[in-house]
């Protein structure tokens, strides 16, 4: 498995980011999205050790077009510059929480959690958070966990959710719009050998965190 062919046809195209270069080059880009599938392979079956729900998922149901939907942008570039993959065992689509992989020239990441969810959906995790707080503290505060994922959310309210004290001492994991969670990796990362080890460990670690959102995410699927 190359994955150096992904990164010099990302690099590439982010110079180039044009129709015509794009259907120039078409045959790298079809390499380079191989190498990515065959990547995307590898996790799956190193995740499926210890999440069989993910086990039999192929590459194609995880990926995305690399086409940019351009209508409500002002950046009219056709093309994405990166290739990504969310295993999902409920489908990429769905609020389930899975495994997303980010490969971008300098700014590639592991990560994972729900993003734009639902508000009765967003309102039940917030809820559970807050009823369980002290099991879901042991798990983004365990340093096993937050080695990889030192930040729950991307997006914040500046106070307290509708419905939920002000006073409450962890308030921070009730203000997220979502729940996400991510590893930055460097480019490397990718182009080492070992690079599935080091995958499965950061993965096991969101796994804990994702089985604590989807008890109560999956009652909404």
Same mark, same amino acid.
């Given at each position: 498995?190359?994955?150096?062919?992904?990164?010099?046809?990302?690099?590439?195209?982010?110079?180039?980011?044009?129709?015509?270069?794009?259907?120039?080059?078409?045959?790298?880009?079809? !390499?380079?999205?191989?190498?990515?599938?065959?990547?995307?392979?590898?996790?799956?079956?190193?995740?499926?050790?210890?999440?069989?729900?993910?086990?039999?998922?192929?590459?194609?149901? +995880?990926?995305?077009?690399?086409?940019?939907?351009?209508?409500?942008?002002?950046?009219?570039?056709?093309?994405?510059?990166?290739?990504?993959?969310?295993?999902?065992?409920?489908?990429?689509?769905?609020?389930?929480?899975?495994?997303?992989?980010?490969?971008?020239?300098?700014?590639?990441?592991?990560?994972?959690?729900?993003?734009?969810?639902?508000?009765?959906?967003?309102?039940?995790?917030?809820?559970?958070?807050?009823?369980?707080?002290?099991?879901?503290?042991?798990?983004?505060?365990?340093?096993?966990?937050?080695?990889?994922?030192?930040?729950?959310?991307?997006?914040?309210?500046?106070?307290?959710?509708?419905?939920?004290?002000?006073?409450?001492?962890?308030?921070?994991?009730?203000? +997220?719009?979502?729940?996400?969670? !991510?590893?930055?990796?460097?480019?490397?990362?990718?182009?080492?050998?070992?690079? !599935?080890?080091? !995958?499965?460990?950061?993965?096991?670690?969101?796994?804990?965190?994702?089985?604590?959102?989807?008890?109560?995410?999956?009652?909404?699927?």
């Amino acid at each position: 498995m190359d994955t150096s062919v992904v990164f010099r046809f990302l690099k590439e195209l982010a110079a180039n980011n044009n129709r015509e270069w794009f259907n120039a080059h078409r045959d790298r880009y079809e !390499a380079a999205r191989q190498a990515f599938d065959d990547l995307l392979g590898t996790v799956i079956n190193r995740l499926s050790v210890f999440d069989p729900s993910v086990r039999g998922i192929e590459p194609k149901d +995880c990926t995305y077009r690399i086409y940019r939907d351009t209508r409500f942008s002002e950046d009219k570039t056709p093309y994405k510059t990166h290739f990504g993959g969310y295993i999902n065992a409920k489908g990429k689509k769905s609020n389930h929480c899975g495994y997303y992989i980010h490969v971008e020239p300098d700014n590639c990441m592991l990560a994972g959690g729900s993003y734009c969810l639902p508000s009765p959906v967003l309102r039940a995790v917030r809820q559970a958070v807050y009823d369980n707080i002290d099991e879901f503290r042991s798990i983004v505060e365990d340093p096993a966990f937050s080695r990889y994922f030192p930040v729950i959310g991307e997006n914040f309210l500046k106070g307290a959710p509708k419905g939920f004290p002000k006073t409450f001492p962890y308030l921070k994991y009730l203000q +997220c719009k979502e729940y996400t969670v !991510a590893c930055h990796v460097p480019d490397r990362f990718f182009l080492q050998p070992g690079f !599935a080890d080091q !995958a499965e460990d950061i993965f096991r670690q969101l796994k804990r965190y994702a089985d604590f959102l989807n008890y109560t995410i999956d009652d909404f699927e």
